[in-house]
């Protein structure tokens, strides 16, 4: 996917479009159970940390 800016500049990702402009852009630390569900594999992914976490309470 390619994010195009208001100046024609295509973008890999938002971050990029954000760097473009002069803004910093910052990574942080976060959790590998904080995942993006897109697609069916995703979605198999989420169920199984869902089960997982229920089963711990």
Not at 14 to 38: D, F, P, Q, W
């Amino acid at each position: 996917m390619l994010f195009r800016s208001e100046e024609g500049y295509y973008g890999t990702d938002e971050s990029s479009l954000v760097e473009r402009v002069g803004l910093e852009v910052r990574a942080i630390i976060g959790s590998y159970l904080n995942i993006k569900i897109t697609d069916p594999e995703d979605l198999l992914l989420g169920e199984m940390i869902l089960e997982r976490f229920n089963s711990m309470i």
